[in-house]
């Protein structure tokens, strides 16, 4: 059943509640102080950490750093579609046609070596953007999910009744 279909026959969508639910506010919440966070440390400790690594780990540090804010990015972009949602700003179905430009799969981390060779708290951030990346993909495949078509099941004593005329008739 679509969204308007659904909001037509009166049902309750699922995608909108959960973006007014506790869980989405938390989720809100986190994504975008470390969004706020890491901005921070980039600009800050983490360039001057930067010019202390060796020329293999500074071209790592380079390429996840840029990984990390591409994925943040994505990730405060779906949020922010999201928080329309819960504000009446848009539908969730709006959102859904929107959140098609928000690629939350983008900027995944290299391998594990590679981020070994960065500081620690480089490493603290990728790790905590990728466990947000993982919640906000399962949220979104929860309130993007089509629902099922529901089969039209009429009242099983009436189906019974027709199959007992039908077998009585045919004598």
Known sequence: MSEKRASEAGAV???ERLTSSQAFAT???DGMALVEETANYLDGQGRQESKKLERSAALVYAAESMRL????????????LHRAVKE????????SKEKSKVRLAAGDPGDAKSIALL????QELIACS????????????????????????GNPVERQLGLLKAAFEQD
Not at 69 to 80: E, I, Y
Not at 140 to 145: E, I, L, R
Request: glycine share 6%; net charge positive; proline share 6%.
């Open 130 to 153: 990728v466990k947000l990346q993982i919640e906000v993909r399962r949220l979104d495949a929860t309130m993007h999910a089509v629902p099922p078509l529901r089969a039209v099941a």
């Open 13 to 15: 969508s699922f995608g």
């Open 27 to 29: 989720l809100f919440r």
């Open 119 to 122: 500081p620690g708290r480089l």
């Open 69 to 80: 804010t591409t994925r943040l990015m994505q990730l405060a972009s779906w949020l922010l």
């Open 88 to 95: 009446g700003e848009m539908t969730l179905a709006q959102a």
